[in-house]
């Protein structure tokens, strides 16, 4: 009884494990980085301090978004495009 517990157990952790690499498509960065660059020119307070053209820093970096193959380098195109 416990061997079939402890194997029930191993296959439900095992699901869960698998559920969570799930790929994100290309479409899905496309809608995040869009969601990123609105809530920055919505929220944030300091463009007249660092003199950033929002506008440009989306034609810049959206693009790349296009070449995205992994969640680290989606953040960088972030970090970038922030920073």
């Known amino acids: ?12 952790f095992q699901s869960f494990a698998f559920g969570q690499n799930k790929k994100i498509t290309t479409e899905q960065y496309k809608q995040d980085f869009d969601f990123f660059w609105t809530s920055i020119n919505d ?25 995205v193959t992994g969640r680290d380098q989606f953040v960088t195109i972030l970090e970038k495009a922030f920073g």
């Open 43 to 67: 929220e944030y307070c300091y463009f007249d301090k660092k003199h950033t053209d929002w506008l440009q820093v989306k034609e810049i970096y959206y693009p790349m978004v296009d070449t």
């Open 1 to 12: 009884m416990k061997s079939t517990v402890f194997i029930f157990f191993l296959w439900l």
